[in-house]
Every structure is written in C-alpha cells, then in structure tokens.
C-alpha cells in the first residue's frame, strides 16, 4: 500500500482569489455596464524591454545552430549571470557575496517552497502575518505547522504587522528557529530600515535562527534607509538566506527566472548540535531535484543589467511607482490610512469596514476591484490591497472614481 | 537553533562523472596529441529545429508588446500545451488521458525530484539496478533510503537488471511501495514489451503499489511491442504516474520542459487506510511550490507538434539512432555483447574487464570516452555506457578504432 504524506492534507484551501474572481462574475453579470477596474492581481503588465527582448532573440537564434546551442546548464545558473548579480546586486553596494554562494533558478515561489527540503520538520517556523501564503502552505506540507483551527496553525509562530505597532513586527516572546522577513513587505507593501532589520539579525544570531528573507520587490526602493538585501546588515552572512526575483523587477512573471543566495558561513544543526554548512547542501539539492533554468531565459536575465536593460526596466518601475503614489495619496485624501505605496507596487488600506465588505461596497459603488486584506492572515482583517500594475489611465479613472465616493 | 534535515547527510557523493573528468584530464594531459572523442556524456547535440526556433521568435515578440505579454501562467501549463500533449501524446494511442492529468513543468528530473513531496515517508522504494542516481538521491533526502553501506541503502530494494535476466527485472519477493521503472532504460538502453510491462502493473494493482513510469525516452521507440506509455497498459490510471521530458523528445536539454501524467483515479492512503487522489495533490503542491514554465517554452513545446515540428525533430531522432546502430553493430563485431541501442540512444555493452579497467583501456587505447556502468549502481559492474549523441563523423571514426581494437 503506496501511503500519501498525510500533511498534504492538512493545508487548508485558500478561496481568497477564487472567491474574489466569483463575486466580480456574479457582479458583472448582474451589471453588465459596469466598468469594472482590476487593481487585485500582484502581476506585472507591462511588456518585457527591448534590450532584454533583444538578448532572447540573440539567444534563440545560438539555440538554432550547432555552434551556438546549448544543452544542459550548470545546474546553479551559468557564470555570465551569476557573476553579474554579484557585481550588480551586491559588490555594487558593497556587499561581499561569491559567485558560488548565487543559485539561479526558474522563480523566487519555487526557491521559497523547496528550500525546506534541506532544512529538518522539528524547525518552529515564525512568520508575519499578514503573509504570503507560500510561506505557510508548504510548512504545511512539511509537516512543521501542527493543526489548522480555521484561523491559525497550532505551531506555527505568528507576528502581527499591522498600524499599531507601525509594520514593524515584535521579536518572539519565545525561541523559533527560521522566521521568513519579506521587505518591502508582501501585502502591506511596508519596509524595514536597516536598523529595524538589525534587531532580526543579531535575534537570529543569539538564537542560531535562520531567516528566510525575501527581497522579491527589491527594485521599488527608492528609500535610503531601506535595504536592498539582508547582506547589508552585518552579522547576516552567519544567519540569512535571500530570495530574489526578476518578476517585479523586470517583469519576468511569464519568463520565470530568480535567484538565492546561500553564504558559506551559514549553518543549521543536527539534534545533537553539529553544524552543517547549508550552500552545500542547497547546492546538492538543486543538482537533485532541478536541472538549471533555461539558457534563454539566462540570457535575458543577463541583459536586464545591461546599461540599456537597467535604464528600460527603472523606466516600468517609475511607471508603477507612479500609480502607487496616486493611489496612496488618493486614499489619504478621503482619509483612510494608507501604506506602502513608496518602496512597493502594493498600497495598502485601513479600511472602516471589515475587509470583505469593503470589496463589496468598492466593487458595487466604484466598479473598482481589489483584494480583502483578511485574505492573507487573521491580522489583515479590515485592510484592503490595491496594486499598481493597472495602466496610467486605469489608475486615474479608479482613483477620481474613489476620490466622489461616499463611503 | 535551526535544524538541518539530516537525511542530507546521508547522500552519497557521486563522483562518477567528477572521475571521468578526471581521468580524461589526466590522460590529456600526458597525452596532448590524443584525439579524444566523447561518448559518455547524455545531452544531445543537434540544434533546436527549426519550427521550434520560429514559434520561439514569435512567443519572445508577443513578450514585447502590451497585447501579447504574459504574465503569471497556469501552474499546470497553458491549455494551448496540455491539450496537444493529450491528442498527440495519448489520444492518438487510443490512450484515454484528460487535459487535466497533465501538468507542464520545468523537466522530468524536477518532477522525479519533488513527486515525493506528496508521498508518505514510512514507503518503501524499488529501483532497478543500475538506475538513474536521482530516484534514489531524492529518496536519500527524504529519509526513505536507510543507511548507506558503501554499495547500497538499507530501505531500498534493489532489482537487478542485466544480462541474465535479460534485462526484465524480476518482480520484488516482498511488499514495496513504490516502484521506479524507467523504461526505455537509463543506462540500459533496454526496454519491456507491453506484456512485461504488464506483469507490474498487476504487481501494483495487487499490492496497492505506485509505478513511477519515467519515459523520457520514448521518442526512440521503434519495436511495435514496446509501449510507448505506462497508460497504454490496463489498470495503470489506477497505480500509475508518468513523466515525459522534451529532452531527449526535441533537444530541450538547454530550454527545460516536460510534463507529469497523474490520473484521477490514482490514490495512496493515510496510515489507517483512507485512500487520497494524488491528482489533487499534484495540483496543490505545483500550485504552491511552483509557478508555471515560462510562456515562451511552452510555446516552443507546442510547435514539437506541428507537422513540421514533427517531421524535424524525427530526423534528429533517426541521426542519433543511427549512430546507436553503428555503436551496437561494431562492439557486437568485436565479440562483445552490446544491448540498448534500439529503441534508445544508449548502448550498454558487456565487457569482459570490470567497468573501470575498460574505460582506462578504451580512452588510452582508442582515445574514446564512455561512463563506467558500476556508476550507476552495482549490478552495473563490468558494464559500459555509450551515448549516440555525438556527430556521424566522430561517432564513425571512433567505431574505425574500436574495429582495429585488440583489447
């Protein structure tokens, strides 16, 4: 008898988005004039540059000769790529991190999910909440989260980030051993400074934690005391690993490519205290389970640093900032308290209904659409996330339709 | 203090391929006039065709435009892909697979890799020996391998597949759980005929068991008897699941696509005997720990089956295939028993030293590389792989030497 690892069945189902997707079906149907604007989706729309376009061209073409092609990859990423993220995520700004300490993958949602692979089910996971839900869901699947109670798991750690203590989240009242930090924060579209990520790294040090950081939205800082990685923060080297993306940087959602960066220096332990070095073994693991990402895709990754890719892409950038401004501004000005928006696409709203009936009321009185906050964790609850993927014009026709709303 | 899975710590350092390089450098290095031709190495050679480049270009345009681009995919692949696999792959074949039971991935080895993430830990493995290192590597990681002993793991049941039992692996005295056959074989070159097949999946209906079919060589079949898929047997949508890779297919090896079958009514139970769909758990767990393959594959993907795809990457087929049947016909002249070959890129021969000796004596004796057969496990030994992905020319005139060979 073939056994199915039972946690899977303990991940409770998420109907966040497919209950947002029904009540704007039922809506439309019942209105069908309406215009509605969808502000909800955390994907990017604007299309892929020309340079990175043009190095996908180049490379397709290598694919389609018997000098150019290439098979199988270093499973790790080639050299080209990883040694220009060290020099332009990190020597940059003088942050020592090797090339072999890089480990280019199809996506920062894969790295995220697999990296529990080389760490033990003993671990007590902390995560802030509200979350994205990768982190829960696959500690879940690892059998790390004990019992869903509708709310919450019974082990797993959580840390409100919410206005009242300003997003910062609280150090835990007791030991957990791997705590996952997102900045600037998935959905509250929030940051840390650097000193506030300090405290996170010497917790971690004293307690021999790791933390999972994940710098997805990285290019939206536009803040000098935000950091852009974690490695700037001393001490991190001997407690952190980094997710990055190209999705929001570079608008790599359809190309898949992200990359993680596992120091040297960074251990976990055996029950009887001996440490293992995990570049090793997230190196092993990715030889194992992955067989690199594609040469294409590299290739396009590669141009995004580029002086032509790095201008084109701050260009997408500048333009979603744009629309997270508006809208941060807009909803201030009918006075809800409104965050993010700054070093993040995500505006983040504290609303004075619970979350659901305030998407009910803004889908049914400004045909704009956006997602319950109470969707990403029990502290979410009566905020709303907007995102500023929509176009210019989209954003301003929701935000003057927002700005006549009597609520 | 964070804890490492130990069951890393129990893998065993492959340094198969680290030797041969090895050994190839050596020798080079003492012998700089050598023309050294390799045939060890199973990545295929012929560029990307060129149906295949043409939708590339297309897909990397659509990419460029606001109306074309492509953001977050479908985690289970774009239905333009799953439903040509379906008609091509199985409906063709009178084979009765749904949309819906096939999930587009990044590769065959990601899937082998992470399958086990829905599978209970307590199940015990069967692997052919010699075997593709991966299925029992990820086992190793998972904790389901036992101790290693230098030669073999505690918990895995081995079941050798070589020359005396014609390469048809005898049927397990015992219980197991899950059973990994690849066939046409990795290193063998071997195959089963449908009614060979057939006797497992009996075993599994009987015993409850789960066949991990992988067929990531399927486009070499030639022999009519030789089943092309697991489903074409009866009873395995009931205890089976079947990778397919783009691979070997199309020279995918550098653009990293293949995909997973899972029936519906495939189930593994809870410890008291409730039976699970794994079909729903696939689908959770590619949700979750995965994002999609990049658009632009996917669309690659697609043209394989245009009539020109096809018609193209046939002709790589049959210029591999041939130099199978060249490598075949010239040890077999040599009075060595040579297996595979057919059916496959790969040639097994049966040599009259142990693997080892007889590759130091074909590289310094005809300068030609293969990969000693003990590497992949230990029924391996005194075996030898040759891979048909080296050009005609270099293919030819290592057989020219192997003819005048007085070994």
Known sequence: MAYVNTNFTKVSESYLFVEVARRIKAYQEKHPEAKIIKMGIGD???????????????????????????????????????????????????????SDEIFVSDGAKSDCGNIGDILGTQNIIAVTDPVYPVYVDTNVMAGRAGDFDGIKYSQIYYMPVTQANGFVPALPDRHVDIIYLCFPNNPTGTTLTTSQLKVWVDYALREKSIILFDAAYEAFITDDDVPHSIFEIE??????????????TAGFTGLRCGYTVVPKELVAYTEDGKPVALNKLWNRRQSTKFNGTAYIVQRAAEAVYSTEGRKQIMENIAYYRENARLMK???????????????????????????WTFFDRLLDECHVVGTPGVGFGPSGESYFRLTAFATHEATREAMERIKQWKL
């Open 235 to 248: 001490g991190a080297r001997q407690c952190a690993i980094e997710f990055r993306s190209f999705s929001k």
């Open 44 to 98: 990017v729309t604007r299309p892929i540059v020309p340079a990175v376009i043009e190095a996908l061209h180049k490379a397709v073409d290598e694919m389609g000769t018997a000098a150019g092609f290439r098979g199988y990859g270093p499973e790790q990423g080639y050299a080209f790529l990883r040694d220009k993220i060290r020099d332009f995520d990190f020597k940059s700004r003088g942050i020592d991190i090797e």
């Open 329 to 355: 501004e807009t909803f201030e000005s009918i006075g809800m308290p409104a965050f993010g928006g700054k070093n993040s696409p995500y505006v983040w709203i504290k609303t004075p209904l619970d979350s």
